[in-house]
């Protein structure tokens, strides 16, 4: 399950928070899809993350 909240500390409109859970420990990557994509791997392995997504474009 992966729940995203936009804004999470109020003060930041172009951000957001991944909560993600597995069933099995996983890794992460996101990819920031604009003209040239950006990935960011995360090596956490494991069953709950947070993550913290910073620059997102508004209305997308």
Excluded: D, R, W
Excluded at 45 to 54: C, G, K, Q
Aim: proline share 8%.
């Amino acid at each position: 399950m992966i729940k995203s909240t936009l804004n999470p500390h109020i003060i930041s409109p172009l951000t957001a928070s991944l909560k993600i859970e597995a069933e099995k420990p996983c890794y992460l990557i996101v990819i920031v899809l604009v003209k040239k994509a950006v990935e960011q791997p995360f090596n956490n392995n494991a069953t709950n993350l947070e993550i913290s997504v910073l620059g997102l474009y508004p209305y997308t």
